[in-house]
């Protein structure tokens, strides 16, 4: 073997001042790489791979690496066969703990973690003025909760479930094929690790049942469609005692006959007759909280926006309120008597066709087009 073979730090490519996490890192990505079960008939890489496991087997020893350090390949005890031929005596011990990351866990026995339950969505539709001021909603969600004859255990109160003999609780039986160390599901258990001879009756051994017990749900104020809110641990129950997942309740806010919201304000259009836009006039506007009143100066126009201050809706991050913006619709008499007919006549004649602000500008900007 010429000088380079034995260099055990070059063969696993790591400084010589390199840790035990560091060699341990290297050896596993290099056994992977050149393992003989995955170059079958390749004698080169099975070579290559019997100098790895040896550079391996000494530099994780920290008394054979001392003693390689301080005297090289001759003093590390290096190249003695043992019973895999040259791979070192505890081999098995190595390549389980390398190959486990590969085939589903260590070769310890453990039993199955607790899993946590699924989260569940439910749709709540509810009216505007809800939104606006929070209200309590009871809904019923159908969901899987712990089984309240058992408590969740499955077995028959008085019992409890035992350790699986097939697999001792690890919920998984294991397969050595060549090197290949295969785990499978416990074929006895179904993965649960635990059997139950005297299942519970009301859950059947299952340890969990269906449900649509109702829940109280709080809606804040200034909620709007789109908005999620968060029950935690109101969704699937766990396995193995695994935490509950959580409910999610997915807002729509349905539409007002009256008011539009826009953010946190609210606009509601009102109409107003021609003698109040033309005098000037204090209306009557609706709020969300009811009837407030809003002066209005002579000449207003169709479309004009009044602001009303803090008349909107409560911010539900700040609980700040916007504001009311109250749109006027000039509103145009349909059915007009002699009189008003008469008086109405009377106005234009005085007025003129073109004394309006809008319509002198309108018919301005008409003539300078077609002159």
Do not use: W
Not at 40 to 69: C, M, S
Not at 79 to 107: C, H, K, L, M, R
Not at 134 to 151: D, L, Q, S
């Amino acid at each position: 073997m010429d000088r380079e073979e034995k260099d055990f730090y070059k063969i696993l490519g790591v400084a010589r001042d390199a840790t035990e996490d560091d060699i341990k890192r290297a050896f596993r990505k290099l056994a992977h790489q050149y393992h003989p079960d995955k170059h079958a008939g390749d004698k080169e890489k099975e070579e290559k791979f019997k100098r790895i496991n040896e550079a391996y087997e000494t530099l994780k020893d920290p008394g054979k690496r001392a003693n390689y350090d301080r005297f090289g390949y001759a003093g590390s005890g290096a190249g003695v066969g043992g019973e895999y031929g040259g791979f070192g005596s505890d081999f098995q011990g190595i390549f389980t703990d390398v190959f486990s990351d590969f085939f589903g866990g260590g070769g310890g026995r453990r039993r199955p973690a607790p899993e946590r339950g699924s989260d569940l969505r439910f749709d709540l539709d509810i009216t505007f003025d809800e939104a606006a001021f929070g209200t309590e909603k009871t809904i019923r969600v159908p969901r899987t909760v712990a089984c309240n004859t058992c408590g969740g255990s499955g077995a028959k109160p008085g019992t409890s479930p035992a350790t699986c003999t097939t697999c001792g609780g690890a919920g998984q039986v294991r397969f050595q094929q060549g090197f290949f160390s295969i785990a499978r599901t416990c074929p006895g258990c179904q993965g649960k690790g635990v059997t139950i001879k005297d299942p519970c009756t009301e859950c059947r051994g299952a340890g969990k049942t269906r449900s649509v017990a109702p829940l109280t749900v709080k809606i804040p104020a200034g909620i709007d469609t789109g908005s999620r809110l968060r029950l935690s641990g109101e969704g699937e129950y766990g396995e193995r005692n695994g935490p509950s997942g959580d409910l999610y309740i997915f807002i729509t806010v349905a539409a007002h006959p009256i008011f539009k919201r826009e953010n946190d304000d609210v606009i509601c259009e009102v109409p107003v007759s021609f003698a109040q836009a033309a005098l000037g006039s204090e209306i009557e506007v609706p709020t969300i909280e009811g009837p407030a009143k809003l002066k209005i100066p002579a000449g207003t126009q169709s479309g004009k926006v009044f602001r009303m201050p803090g008349k909107g809706i409560a911010s539900v991050h700040t609980g700040k309120r916007g504001d009311e913006r109250v749109v006027i619709t000039l509103e145009t008499p349909t059915k007009l008597n002699k009189r008003q007919k008469e008086l109405l006549q009377e106005f234009a004649e005085i007025s003129g066709e073109e004394t309006t602000p809008l319509r002198k500008n309108f018919f301005s900007k008409v003539k300078e087009i077609f002159e």
